[in-house]
């Protein structure tokens, strides 16, 4: 009840930030666009709290529908700054829960967020994490349907996880697999984490999604993931995620 309060306190002061994990082509070692991180601080403590504590408690109040608005709006905001100081090609990827999946105005939302700040439907990308995707594809195909026909792209996050979704996979209107970080963790010694890996990257080529792995830490992960064609990464061996400050200053240093 007191983190609830302290929540709606910190929407309303406009204390949350955004930060942002690069990721990236490995072939070309380049960032192709970011994923929007939400971050709390304790206003006691200062220290953030972890997300994983604080968005099921903005998902049970409900507060989670006005702060995911803000989400969307920042990080356009954000993307839009980006691509005026010369990356049009940069992307966002921005985190869904249940809970603002069924609510009525989310496309609208989304639809509202990009075009505000003249971004390509293109631009933005949609992650929800693969029991997110099927607790909700029944219910909310139509919402799904209209969001990938609009340009928006869908990733299913932490895939290999939750249940196996791949009947829906063919029928869905899904674009990218993010394979989750504990099967990237022990690569390439652990050998089911290998078998694991190595299928689905086969899964996701063989009807045409793309494919990133997250939490890649080292090297030797990397180098094993792009001999098994997984083309995208994201992880802390190229980048943890950064503030708005920090992504602006690499971009800048670029020129
Ligand atoms: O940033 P970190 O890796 O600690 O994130 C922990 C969890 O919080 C992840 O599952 C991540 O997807 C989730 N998360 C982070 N930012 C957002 C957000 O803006 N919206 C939602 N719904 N989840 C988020
Ligand atoms: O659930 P989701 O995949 O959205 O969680 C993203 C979280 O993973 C973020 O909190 C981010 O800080 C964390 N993360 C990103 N890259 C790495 C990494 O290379 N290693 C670890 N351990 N965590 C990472
Ligand atoms: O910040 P860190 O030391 O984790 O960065 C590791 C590598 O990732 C560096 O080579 C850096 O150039 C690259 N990198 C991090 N963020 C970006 C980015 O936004 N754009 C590009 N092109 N490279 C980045
Ligand atoms: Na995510
Ligand atoms: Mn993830």
């Known amino acids: 009840v ?3 309060r302290l929540l709606r306190q910190a929407l309303d002061n406009k204390t949350f930030e955004l930060h942002y994990q690069p990721k990236f082509d ?15 601080r304790h206003p006691e403590t200062n220290e953030f709290v972890r997300p994983d ?22 990080a356009c905001a954000q993307l839009k700054q980006w691509h005026d100081m010369g990356y049009p090609e940069l992307s966002m990827a921005i985190n ?35 029991q997110v995707f099927i607790e909700n594809i029944i219910q909310h195909e139509n919402f799904m349907r ?12 932490d895939f ?11 029928n869905f209107p899904v674009d990218t697999l993010k394979i989750d970080r504990s099967f990237i963790q022990e690569l390439p010694q652990n050998y089911n984490d290998v078998c694991i890996v190595k299928a689905i990257i086969g899964l996701a080529n063989s009807i045409d999604l793309k494919v990133i792995a997250e939490g890649v830490e080292n090297k030797e992960q990397l180098t094993f993931l792009n001999q098994q064609g997984c083309k995208y990464i994201q992880g802390y061996y190229f980048s943890k995620p950064l503030t708005s400050e920090q992504i602006t200053q690499k971009l800048t240093a670029e020129d």
């Open 2 to 4: 007191e983190l609830a």
């Open 26 to 40: 490995s072939e070309s070692v380049s960032c192709i666009g970011f994923e929007a991180l939400l971050r709390w």
């Open 53 to 74: 504590i604080f968005i099921p408690i903005a998902e049970e109040t409900g507060l989670i529908i006005p702060l995911g608005k803000w989400i969307l709006e920042q």
């Open 96 to 130: 869904l829960s249940g809970r603002q999946i069924q609510a009525s105005s989310l496309y609208q939302d989304i639809y509202q967020a990009y075009t505000r700040y003249e971004l390509p439907s293109s631009a933005i990308e949609i992650e929800l994490t693969e």
């Open 146 to 157: 209209k969001l990938t026909n609009s340009g928006v792209s869908l990733s299913i996050d």
């Open 160 to 170: 290999g996880v939750g249940y196996s979704s791949l009947s829906y996979l063919k």
